[in-house]
């Protein structure tokens, strides 16, 4: 998080302010840089050298991928609903919805959900398109951040994006500088990226979303990756498989020794190598020679041992359970699937608090704005987000549970129950 006193900002936000977070902002970026390449399948191991004359397999495994692909989904792989708190007049939910509904929010959803878990944090940019309809978009974290107050309540002081300019060939002329304040959004173009921000803004744009329209949606209190913690079990994993193939590979090779015999080229002018490739045969003179290849000892099994270890520790600290293991089988009961999610699902509720605050920040925004176009809004305090998990569901089991509670619950009730009824 970028913090700033909020006195610095009251007579108007400075050049200098605005180069000083900008700067502290691109410190980051490698760091992020290394974990988009991690999630690519891009890891160090690509890069490793060996040798020559030595093979150099680099298998590189989707560790990051799956990690982030089920820990989002997980959390908003299922839509937010939406509903009034109990007492609250309903009035005005439906235009929210609407307009959650036009700027296909869940989408959005989703891609800050895997950009929180991949970088840390996801950055949504709301605005107005053509026809003043009320927009979102996940930006890229590389190029987008809030900037906060020093206060308990780190209050956003602005936000800001940036990205390159390319002419027509794709050649780079420089960078464009968007800041994004409570009422305004101040461009800024330049050839120099450092010192950008230290000139007058080429224009100045007023918008109606009364607060920022940035809102950064973070993965946990620390702002961390869901790879943070097994970055190195990730690599260490990518070489132990890429010398297992190498160590096979060089076996293929191995140099073959002969004492007690030589071997010359034959009538037909072939090498020694010719003959053995070709004939399959070797013929020693007495039983005092001998041949045999020089070949590494064989640690198959340890290195499988240490294989399932490494693979283990990885799914343990990020806590994403291996869905494909035998322990999630189809005859496996509700409460056991549940047992082995307990991690995956702890994580995502921390994952939860921070998302719902950032949703909330964004239902004020969409309220105010449609609240200046005239229309009925609901109070944003009052609005009930519910997360759904995507989760298999044993219908047999839901059956006979919902059979049981007749009679003793209410049928709407035991009806928002059944999967298929929530159509």
């Keep these: 998080m970028i913090t700033r006193n909020r006195s610095y900002v009251e007579n108007g936000i400075s050049g200098k302010l605005l180069q000083g977070c900008l700067n502290e902002h691109l410190r980051q970026v490698e760091t992020w840089n290394k974990l988009h390449d991690l999630y690519l399948g891009r890891g160090d191991i690509l890069t490793r050298q060996r040798a020559e004359g030595l093979p150099n397999n680099r298998l590189s495994h989707a560790f990051a991928r799956y990690i982030v692909t089920v820990a989002s989904g997980y959390l908003a792989?299922?839509?937010?609903?939406?509903?009034?708190?109990?007492?609250?007049?309903?009035?005005?939910?439906?235009?929210?919805?609407?307009?959650?509904?036009?700027?296909?929010?869940?989408?959005?959803?989703?891609?800050?959900?895997?950009?929180?878990?991949?970088?840390?944090?996801?950055?949504e940019l709301i605005y107005a398109d053509e026809k003043t309809c009320i927009r979102s978009c996940a930006t890229d974290v590389r190029s987008a951040f809030v900037v906060y107050d020093e206060s308990a309540a780190h209050l956003p002081l602005f936000g800001m994006t940036v990205?390159?300019?390319?002419?027509?060939?794709?050649?780079?002329?420089?960078?464009?500088?968007?800041?994004?304040?409570?009422?305004?959004i101040l461009t800024f173009r330049g050839g120099d990226i450092a010192k950008i921000m230290l000139q007058n803004p080429v224009s100045t744009q007023r918008h109606y979303f009364g607060g920022v329209p940035m809102v950064e949606y973070w993965n946990n209190e620390e702002e961390e990756s869901d790879l943070s913690g097994v970055i190195t079990l990730m690599e260490a994993y990518d070489v132990?498989?890429?010398?297992?193939?190498?160590?096979?590979?060089?076996?293929?090779?191995?140099?073959?020794?002969?004492?007690?015999?030589?071997?010359?080229?034959?009538?037909k002018g072939r090498t020694p190598a010719q003959q053995l490739r070709q004939d399959k045969l070797l013929y020693l003179p007495d039983r005092d020679a001998g041949a045999e290849y020089l070949c590494p000892s064989q640690t198959g099994q340890d290195a499988e041992t240490l294989r399932k270890a490494l693979e283990k520790d990885i799914?343990?600290?990020?806590?994403?359970?291996?869905?494909?293991?035998?322990?999630?089988?189809?005859?496996?009961?509700?409460?056991?699937?549940?047992?082995?999610?307990?991690?995956?699902?702890?994580?995502?509720?921390?994952?939860?608090?921070?998302?719902?605050?950032?949703?909330?920040?964004?239902?004020?925004?969409?309220?105010?704005?449609?609240?200046?176009?005239?229309?009925?809004?609901?109070?944003?305090?009052?609005?009930?987000?519910?997360?759904?998990?995507?989760?298999?569901?044993?219908?047999?089991?839901?059956?006979?549970?919902?059979?049981?509670?007749?009679g003793m619950v209410d049928d709407e009730v035991l009806k928002s129950q059944l999967p298929f009824m929530e159509a």
């Design 77 to 123: 792989g299922g839509p937010v609903q939406y509903a009034m708190e109990e007492g609250a007049c309903s009035g005005g939910l439906s235009e929210l919805v609407r307009a959650y509904h036009r700027a296909d929010v869940q989408s959005v959803d989703m891609e800050l959900a895997k950009s929180a878990s991949l970088y840390g944090k996801g950055v």
């Design 163 to 184: 990205r390159p300019v390319q002419g027509e060939t794709g050649s780079m002329k420089g960078y464009e500088c968007k800041v994004y304040t409570k009422e305004h």
């Design 315 to 406: 799914h343990k600290f990020s806590m994403v359970p291996d869905l494909s293991d035998e322990s999630f089988s189809g005859n496996q009961s509700g409460i056991a699937i549940k047992y082995k999610l307990m991690g995956l699902e702890q994580m995502t509720r921390m994952k939860e608090r921070f998302f719902r605050e950032a949703l909330r920040e964004r239902m004020r925004l969409y309220i105010h704005f449609l609240s200046v176009k005239g229309l009925k809004t609901p109070d944003a305090d009052s609005v009930r987000m519910v997360f759904k998990r995507t989760l298999p569901v044993d219908m047999l089991e839901t059956a006979q549970m919902v059979k049981t509670l007749s």
């Design 240 to 267: 132990l498989q890429s010398d297992r193939v190498n160590d096979r590979e060089q076996q293929v090779d191995a140099l073959l020794l002969l004492y007690g015999a030589q071997l010359m080229v034959d009538e």
